[in-house]
């Protein structure tokens, strides 16, 4: 028997990452040093394989009335550590288009998170459980990724400009 409530989470789901693949492809085409672009176009690569993975989870709930977590849970361990260039936060402008994308992401991934993670804890089926608890562990890399490079990019500003108190 389907149960509605995981049906509008799907959906909103598909939209969530869709939309997070759309805004990551647009930075990504706008950044002008290869590095930043690679990052967020590996973002925006990320999150379409999150699309795939929950169209086919909804076409197979659609039809059975049961999850399948096994539905590409294998790319949990593509998490992209090695886009993550150690000088990105060198080449990103602290008052540039994707200083401000940055913090844009931040709210994407953290929307993600409470929403796999909510689903996670609320589900009774132990595969959708399953399924959106590896979301929500896949969405929070991306998050501490982000929230990693926005907190460097932060110290990196603080240090080039002088903030920082004089004793």
Known sequence: MKNEKAMEILKSAILLEKRGEVFYFNVANQAKDQAV?????????????????????FVHYKNTGSFDANINTELVNQV?????????????????????????????????????????????????????KWLSTWEQGHLDQLVTLDAELREKVWDDNNFWPMD
Not at 37 to 57: G, I, P, T, Y
């Open 37 to 57: 672009k690679d990052f967020f176009m590996e973002m925006a690569n990320d999150e379409k394989e999150h699309v795939k993975a929950l169209r086919a989870q």
């Open 80 to 132: 992209s550590e090695e886009v993550l260039d150690p000088t990105l936060k060198d080449k990103i402008s602290a008052a540039g288009y994707e200083a401000a994308a940055l913090s844009a992401a931040i709210d994407f991934e953290k929307k993600a998170v409470d929403l796999y993670g909510s689903r996670a804890i609320e589900a009774t089926d132990p595969e959708e459980k399953k399924l959106f």
